[in-house]
């Protein structure tokens, strides 16, 4: 059974940086898509940022572009978010979660099996 655990979260100023793990335990990554998702207080849950299983394919929301980029290291089970210039609106829980694709190299922000418990980001002076 995969499990994801995610950290790196905390307390940052606006400007600041944070990068955020998701370290895999129970299974290889390897034949998992990973997407970092993030809620707010009252609203729902939306896809920021995910990766194909052999990394080629990418995708980011709109909000966040520019600013945050995904990566995978597939040798330490582990994918990345790199978050930079963030804004107080970037405050949320994030979870990463993945989405088993066997065949296709690609991401998207629907249908993902596995869920990790969220680490808090909070950006504020």
């Known amino acids: 059974q995969l499990q994801l655990v995610e950290s790196g979260g905390g307390l940052v100023q606006p400007g600041g940086s944070l990068r955020l793990s998701c370290a895999a335990s129970g299974s290889t990554l390897d034949y998992y898509a990973i997407g970092w998702f993030r809620q707010a207080p009252g609203k729902e849950r939306e896809g920021v940022s995910c990766?194909?299983?052999?990394?080629?394919?990418?995708k980011y929301a709109d909000s966040v572009k520019g600013r945050f980029t995904i990566s995978r290291d597939n040798a330490k089970n582990t994918v990345y978010l790199q978050m930079n210039s963030l804004k107080p609106e970037d405050t949320a829980v994030y979870y990463c979660?993945?989405?088993?694709?066997?065949?296709?190299?690609?991401?998207?922000?629907?249908?993902?099996?596995?869920w990790g418990q969220g680490t808090q980001v909070t950006v504020s002076s």
């Open positions: 979660a993945a989405d088993l694709m066997l065949v296709q190299d690609m991401c998207l922000f629907s249908g993902y099996d596995y």
């Open positions: 990766i194909s299983r052999r990394g080629g394919s990418t």
